[in-house]
């Protein structure tokens, strides 16, 4: 029977070497890190994954079927749980957000040309992308509705719109454009994707807009979230990805597995956020004991626990079946891990700071910048209520309506099982 929740000891020892390396090379750098210039940063980035390439652990997001060096679902699940401790991690081991969406996109979409002169090179980490498919004025929930547009004009396409929240685009090298191109196609066949390079006339970085992560946004940094103006903006007919209409169904590949791949570094933010708040309790006393002899805090650490133990089997669960039957069957599984996870991850959050008093909401400790940069969780890549929403109906359709009592009626079923009562009697007079 294969049914087994040990990792194979080639792969522990590949999870043993990327806990030692990011407990002893990138979470000691966390105290300063944000006071690097990206100047600085660059040769040191670049020294820490060329040792994370060495290892073979780089860029595990893309599948080997789409021409990626990843491992599956299930073993970047074990990856991004351990990635998932440190934020820089990400750009150290090439699964940052949202390049990893966009290669998935690309490398479901792309022609080889295009996987050329784009794919390769993100993969590569030479070139940066994001992703512009919310608009401010149309509910980012629902892009069966897009008000950007690109129009054919000879060989080129126009596009006109205005989008935001956009991450990364104020340094990305190329940014996806979700436009509409074919409005009879709608709702699900009437946008494309288009590639615009940084620097095309008629695309403006409208601004980095500051957020709970980054109140004080720095314009221009990686991570900032930007608004984007698109006037007259052209970009070659060779610039789209799959065919006119092709959009929302490539976007939707993107989006599958993002939002899994939120959650299992959201795991590892959680553990890494109940080990403070451990230490935390069986170091401080208060009214004459440990606040770890508190019963309220024991619930604390104790639900914590439970919660993140349920979270890593739904969420590993779920990567072994994308593994196993692909992403398309459990779309629905994949919103719900998002939803799931994502409020996991911050209650344990919050949990951490109510347990360190002043202290957990201070800067001195890292979980209250964590607690600001997760709470897009249950927002980004679609708002919870919309997973949840279709993960019920996914349910419900395997349902079928009834006339008159529930199928279980008790007093309904009480002729049936009388009868077959009497069948087992018969039948056991028989045999003995
Ligand atoms: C940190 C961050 C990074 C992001 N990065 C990108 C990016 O790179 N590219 C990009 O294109 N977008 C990005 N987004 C945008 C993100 O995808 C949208 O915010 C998200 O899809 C929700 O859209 P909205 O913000 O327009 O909210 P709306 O669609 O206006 O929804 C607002 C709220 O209404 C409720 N709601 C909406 N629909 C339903 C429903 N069907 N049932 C029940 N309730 C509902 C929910 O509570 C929801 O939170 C990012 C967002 C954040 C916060």
Redesign the pocket.
């Known amino acids: 029977m294969a049914w087994d929740f040990e990792t194979d000891p080639e792969f522990e020892a590949q999870l043993q070497w990327m806990r030692d390396f990011i407990d002893s090379e990138l979470i000691p750098l966390e105290p300063i890190f944000r006071e690097l210039s990206r100047e600085e940063w660059a040769p040191v980035k670049a020294y820490l994954q060329g040792q994370v390439k060495e290892r073979g652990l780089w860029g595990a997001f893309l599948d080997p079927k789409l021409g990626g060096p990843g491992f599956g679902q299930l073993k970047l699940a074990l990856m991004s749980e351990i990635i998932g401790r440190c934020m820089m991690s990400m750009t150290i081991f090439g699964v940052q957000a949202?390049d990893s969406g966009n290669m998935e996109l690309l490398a479901h979409g792309a022609t080889d040309e295009q996987k050329e002169r784009w794919l390769w090179p993100n993969l590569r980490g030479e070139i940066s992308s994001?992703?512009?498919?919310?608009e401010p004025f149309l509910?980012?929930?629902?892009p069966t509705v897009i008000g950007t547009t690109a129009t054919r004009d000879g060989d080129e396409w126009v596009i006109e719109g205005h989008?935001w929240?956009?991450?990364?685009a104020s340094v990305a090298d190329i940014t996806l454009v979700v436009a509409e191109t074919n409005p009879e196609g709608r709702p699900h066949k009437h946008a494309s994707i288009l590639i615009v390079p940084a620097g095309t006339p008629g695309m403006e970085v409208v601004r980095d807009i500051g957020?709970m992560?980054h109140p004080d946004v720095v314009e221009g940094r990686p991570g900032n979230?930007a608004e984007l103006r698109f006037r007259d903006c052209r970009v070659p007919l060779d610039h789209m990805i799959g065919a006119a209409g092709d959009g929302f169904v490539l976007a939707q590949q993107r989006l599958g597995g993002g939002r899994i791949h939120h959650a299992m570094r959201w795991l590892g933010q959680a553990q890494r956020s109940l080990d403070i708040m451990c230490e935390r309790a069986v170091s401080r006393s208060s009214h004459g004991s440990l606040l770890a002899q508190h019963q309220m805090v024991q619930d604390y650490v104790a639900l914590s626990h439970t919660e993140i133990q349920a979270a890593r089997l739904l969420t590993f669960q779920t990567a072994w079946k994308m593994d196993k039957y692909g992403a398309s069957p459990v779309c629905a599984e994949l919103g719900m891990i998002k939803a799931h996870v994502s409020k996991v991850v911050l209650a344990v959050l919050d949990r951490t700071i109510q347990v360190c008093g002043a202290l957990g909401y201070s800067s001195d400790l890292p979980v209250e910048e964590w607690y600001r940069g997760t709470r897009?969780g249950p927002?980004?890549?679609?708002?919870d209520?919309?997973h949840k929403?279709v993960l019920a109906r996914t349910i419900l359709k395997g349902y079928t309506p009834v006339e008159g009592w529930p199928t279980e009626h008790i007093p309904s079923r009480r002729p049936a099982a009388e009868e077959k009562w009497r069948a087992l009697q018969a039948a056991a007079a028989g045999t003995t």
């Open positions: 949202p994001a992703f512009a498919l919310t509910a980012g929930s629902d989008k929240f956009i991450t990364n957020t992560a979230h897009f927002i980004g890549d679609g708002p209520e919309l929403s």
